[in-house]
């Protein structure tokens, strides 16, 4: 009678074979499995938009989905229809038609401060800074809901004792903000007198403090230097490890499929493929229409 603490499995093995010890760090750990076989929500949803201005068509019936937690990228040649795209989800173009959903809502067509007020926030190609404001000052504009928005709670002396906890509260989070992007040394610089690379990271540090739940990143390392790109490229990494979702449009396929896990590609204002990295490097259709062959 066999052993029945003995598995099909062991039975196959000799009594006398050498079985490799296995070391812990090497086995996932229960999260880790348990993320492989457990799909993540969706909350970024985009189906069948179209976008067009006169006879041009910049945006044709293009569908795609974003992952939460990922860090997903956006790629095409020039004209592809990414930065329309761009637009169009975040209530800067109104789509011809189609729908975007961002968790579950559909947020088509809403201007872009009710859909910021929902979480989904965006940086821009290029950075759109308050220039006669200090870098402290743009960041402390950023969160919503500040109660000194309100003229009454600003005057009244029973009231303002509100608006000064929340500003002292608010003062915390941004020079913790400003440590998080390196830049504190440029607090009380003024935002027009700083470099380009810098200004890219005052404005992603300013829509993180809107406290979104994602971000879209409008080439966030273009005209950034070989140091300044390396650390946007980690906050960005540490950030989605806190559970922040980003799509990311960038022209340099090394970053691309160096650090996204998830690739969409657009041609002529439609999804041309979208995979792995490794995946939409192999691509026939995609090193035709854009990558080349040296990819």
């Known amino acids: 009678m066999s052993d029945s603490s003995t598995s099909p499995a062991d039975a196959n093995i000799p009594e006398d074979a050498e079985?490799?010890?296995?070391?812990?760090?090497?086995?996932?750990?229960?999260v880790e499995e348990?993320?492989?076989?457990?799909?993540?929500s969706l909350p970024l949803r985009v189906q069948n938009l179209r976008k067009t201005f006169g006879g041009i068509t910049a945006v044709d019936d293009t569908t795609f989905s974003v992952e939460?937690?990922?860090?997903?990228?956006?790629?095409?040649?020039?004209?592809?229809?990414?930065?329309?795209?761009?637009?169009?989800?975040?209530?800067?173009?109104?789509?011809?038609?189609?729908?975007?959903?961002?968790?579950?809502?559909?947020?088509?067509?809403?201007?872009?401060?009710?859909?910021a007020n929902r979480g989904l926030v965006r940086t821009f190609q290029i950075a759109r800074e308050l220039e006669e404001m200090t870098v402290l000052e743009n960041l402390m504009l950023a969160p919503r809901g500040q109660l000194g928005e309100s003229m009454v709670r600003?005057?009244?002396?029973?009231?303002?004792?509100?608006?000064?906890?929340?500003?002292?509260?608010?003062?915390?989070?941004?020079?913790?903000?400003?440590?998080?992007?390196?830049?504190?040394?440029?607090?009380?610089?003024?935002?027009?007198?700083?470099?380009?690379?810098?200004?890219?990271?005052?404005?992603m540090a300013r829509a993180l403090m809107t406290d979104p739940?994602?971000?879209l990143l409008d080439e966030p390392l273009a005209g950034v230097n070989p140091t300044l790109e390396e650390k946007l490229l980690e906050r960005i990494h540490e950030l989605r490890e806190e559970g922040y979702t980003f799509l990311l449009v960038e022209h340099?396929?090394?970053?691309?499929m160096n650090n996204c896990e998830h690739v969409i590609v657009m041609h002529q204002g439609t999804v041309l493929a979208e995979g792995a990295p490794e995946d939409i490097r192999n691509n026939e259709q995609v090193i035709e229409a854009y990558l080349g062959e040296d990819i």
């Open 19 to 30: 079985v490799p010890d296995v070391e812990p760090e090497e086995a996932d750990s229960e």
């Open 34 to 40: 348990a993320a492989k076989t457990t799909p993540r």
């Open 68 to 115: 939460e937690g990922s860090l997903t990228g956006l790629i095409g040649p020039n004209g592809a229809g990414k930065s329309t795209t761009f637009n169009c989800i975040t209530g800067v173009h109104t789509p011809t038609s189609g729908n975007v959903y961002f968790k579950d809502e559909d947020i088509t067509g809403l201007e872009p401060h009710q859909i």
């Open 154 to 203: 600003s005057v009244l002396p029973g009231l303002r004792d509100d608006v000064v906890e929340q500003e002292t509260e608010l003062r915390e989070r941004v020079w913790e903000m400003l440590e998080f992007f390196e830049i504190d040394h440029l607090a009380g610089e003024y935002a027009g007198n700083l470099s380009g690379g810098q200004r890219k990271l005052l404005e």
């Open 213 to 215: 739940e994602m971000v």
């Open 252 to 256: 340099d396929m090394d970053v691309i």
